[in-house]
T-cell receptor, first 113, second 114 residues
């Protein structure tokens, strides 16, 4: 049981490039979410999903896309990377809601030059 | 939407002393309040949580108290140890559709001085 697995762990991009951050969980959790963590700002919700085929926006969704075709996977796409998207990105999952323990991945440290 | 404020942003205590971190929230409909611990370079991990029908919850050296009237909750760590050094985040979540998302505070960096 690997829990929540994120890849890659580190990535450097140039402004304007696109990329996909991968997130997979093997706990059969319904809820999955993406957060970004910036110094002094805590964890801010980007997008989340309450089940396969269902996604919704969080607090800071601009510049990011998500999809949820399977229960296990929830990739985050940066459409056209900007320096303001330099951050540490965490994926999390939980059984059936935000009012339950969130299981976080190890994070992806992303730098946009 | 929900707004969670956390204080202090940094806290240093002598080993063996107690540490208290406080959070306030804005949405009276919030009913779930977890605390996460994040060690340097690691993932956040849940250490304790409390629901609105309970005023206090303890787990060994860690306790959380909730005052729904004043809309604030606190984390108490007693007999602090070096391994308690980390960043701690509070959060709040509602139950109603549309406000069920988890909103985090900005974090408290706790340093235990040996």
């Amino acid at each position: 049981n690997a829990g929540v697995t994120q890849t890659p762990k580190f990535q450097v991009l140039k402004t304007g490039q696109s990329m996909t951050l991968q997130c997979a969980q093997d706990m059969n959790h319904e809820y999955m979410s993406w957060y970004r963590q910036d110094p002094g700002m805590g964890l801010r919700l980007i997008h989340y999903s309450v089940g396969a085929g269902i996604t919704d926006q969080g607090e800071v969704p601009n510049g990011y896309n998500v999809s949820r075709s399977t229960t296990e996977d929830f990739p985050l796409r940066l459409l056209s990377a900007a320096p303001s998207q330099t951050s540490v990105y965490f994926c999390a999952s939980s059984w059936t809601g935000f009012d339950q323990p969130q299981h976080f991945g190890d994070g992806t440290r992303l730098s946009i030059l | 939407g929900e707004n969670v404020e956390q204080h202090p942003s940094t806290l240093s205590v002598q080993e063996g002393d107690s540490a208290v971190i406080k959070c306030t929230y804005s949405d009276s409909a919030s009913n779930y309040f977890p605390w996460y611990k994040q060690e340097l370079g690691k993932r956040p991990q849940l250490i304790i949580d409390i629901r609105s029908n309970v005023g206090e919850k303890k787990d060994q050296r860690i306790a959380v108290t909730l005052n729904k009237t004043a809309k604030h909750f606190s984390l108490h760590i007693t007999e602090t140890q070096p391994e308690d050094s980390a960043v701690y985040f509070c959060a709040a979540s509602g139950a109603d559709f549309g406000n069920e998302k988890l909103t985090f505070g900005t974090g408290t960096r706790l340093t235990i001085i040996p």
